[in-house]
């Protein structure tokens, strides 16, 4: 028999296939993806560099939305704010595949590429360089976090019995629009404010 015309394996359908294990289940293995491959495990070894290299793949994947554009306009904290937004939209798409990359050291380049714009625009406002991934951290931890914040349920706390607890049931009662928008909103704002107190000090 001859070749086929279309490859049946390359690094595009594994990333993919993994990105569609993750958002079902939370997790994947190479054979797991073998198998939705219709391939031998051994076959998917020859394209990547074992499962580390699958993450990294796939954190490329979710990372090509995130838009970087903000990063080179107006001012640190405008531009930090606007990345945060995009940032948070991407992996808000997969939020079952934040546990494991998080677990999971960044070496994709194009992923590291963007975290040196970012670093690049903290320097050039003033922050000192020993606080410049502190500020990066506390916005990954802000925006992590809300993307997990968007798969959950819109009513997180279920009250059989308002008199057990009326002030909660009243909290609830007076929200109004996006409960997890809002509060992203709240943190981002209070991230950068005491940013803005670190570049002052």
Avoid: C, K
Avoid at 38 to 57: A, C, K, M, N
Avoid at 69 to 98: E, K
Avoid at 138 to 146: D, I, R, Y
């Amino acid at each position: 028999m001859g070749r086929p015309r279309t490859a049946l394996l390359d690094r595009e359908r594994i990333t993919a296939t993994a990105l569609d294990l993750l958002d079902a289940q939370g997790e994947f293995s190479v054979p797991q993806i073998a198998r939705r491959l219709g391939v031998q495990t051994g076959s998917v070894y020859h394209h990547v560099d074992g499962r580390d290299g699958i993450v990294e793949l796939v954190r490329e994947r979710i990372a090509e939305a995130i838009d970087t554009a903000p990063l080179d306009a107006g001012p640190w904290d405008t531009a930090l704010a606007g990345w945060a937004r995009s940032y948070r939209a991407a992996f808000g798409a997969h939020p079952r595949a934040i546990p494991l990359l998080m677990a999971n050291p960044v070496r994709a380049p194009r992923v590291l590429e963007q975290y040196e714009r970012a670093v690049a625009l903290l320097l050039d406002a003033g922050f000192a360089t020993a606080d410049v991934m502190v500020v990066i951290t506390a916005l990954e931890n802000v925006v992590l976090g809300s993307a997990l914040d968007l798969a959950a349920p819109q009513a997180m706390w279920e009250i059989a019995d308002d008199t057990a607890t009326p002030r909660l049931a009243e909290a609830l009662g007076a929200v109004h629009g996006s409960r997890t928008d809002r509060a992203f909103d709240l943190a981002l704002e209070g991230m950068l404010v005491a940013a803005r107190r670190m570049l002052e000090d």
